[in-house]
């Protein structure tokens, strides 16, 4: 199938490993210019090294606005994008009772903050190029918490709203917006969670994964961030030119409601 995405330039933030690395290697194979972001250099040279001549640098974190005004000065050395892929962020552990403030600030900043001025940012490159798709990395999480992470649940779903609301704004100007809500992807952060949980019990951190999408799981595994990212790539692409607004489940039967 002929995505029709070559010659485009994507810009995914957080993607200097994980889901957003997978994103940016599936859109460079089909010959997007991909723009690599993470807060460590030495880790966006390694993905770029490890994609090639297809991906360039746009080092910063954008959870601040320093780090973000420095990932947008790597969007207009580009001369703009095409595709912006909303994919930075991590998971929280804490009580609402106990949280403080500025952890809540901390998440908002990462998780809402970010894609709403990178819009703001990009908007104007798309609208130049005639046209352009946001994709925004949700989570299951955004309608079916889990009781430990009450902040990654508030600002996973506000994520959402967002992308919902952003989608009618945008789409008279020919740009389409839509979100993903993952459930289990097995990246480096659960691989180390994993690690650290079973250090003292044996170490069997594939076991302890296994037990997790056993149970939350009805596929009863863990998705690859390659599989996951199969759906980003083909939601950029002409063939989804209907699809604005919506929230996409990609998570093996997690979601138990309709």
């Excluded at 770029?48 to 954008?62: E, K, N, Q, R, T």
């Excluded at 819009?119 to 798309?126: D, E, F, S």
């Amino acid at each position: 199938m002929d995505l029709n995405l070559a010659g485009k330039t994507a810009l995914i933030t957080g993607s200097s490993d994980g889901i957003g690395l997978a994103v940016a290697k599936g859109l460079a194979a089909e010959g997007v210019r991909v723009l690599i972001n993470g807060r460590h250099t030495e880790k966006v040279e390694a993905a770029i090294a490890d994609i090639g001549d297809a991906a360039a640098p746009a080092v910063g974190d954008v959870a601040s606005v320093e780090g973000l005004d420095a990932v947008l000065g790597a969007v207009e050395a580009a001369g703009g994008v095409d595709i912006l892929i909303n994919n930075a962020g991590t998971g929280s552990n804490e009580t609402i009772m106990e949280a403080p403030d500025e952890k809540w600030q901390q998440y908002w900043d990462l998780h809402v903050m970010a894609a709403v001025r990178l819009a703001r940012g990009v908007v104007p490159y798309m609208e130049a190029r005639g046209g352009g798709v946001v994709l925004n990395n949700a989570s299951i999480c955004a309608v079916q918490p889990l009781w430990y992470e009450p902040i990654y649940n508030v600002t996973k779903a506000a994520l959402m709203m967002f992308s919902r609301t952003l989608a009618t704004e945008l789409v008279g100007r020919n740009i389409r917006v839509n979100c993903i809500n993952p459930g289990l992807v097995q990246t480096p952060d659960w691989v180390n969670t994993a690690k650290e949980l079973t250090r003292d019990t044996g170490g069997d951190w594939q076991g302890y994964l296994q037990g997790v999408a056993d149970e939350y799981a009805p596929i009863k595994r863990f998705s690859s961030p390659e599989e996951l990212a199969d759906f980003f790539v083909f939601l950029c692409s002409d063939r989804a030119s209907y699809s604005i607004g919506s929230t996409y489940f990609v998570d093996g039967g997690m979601k138990l409601t309709v």
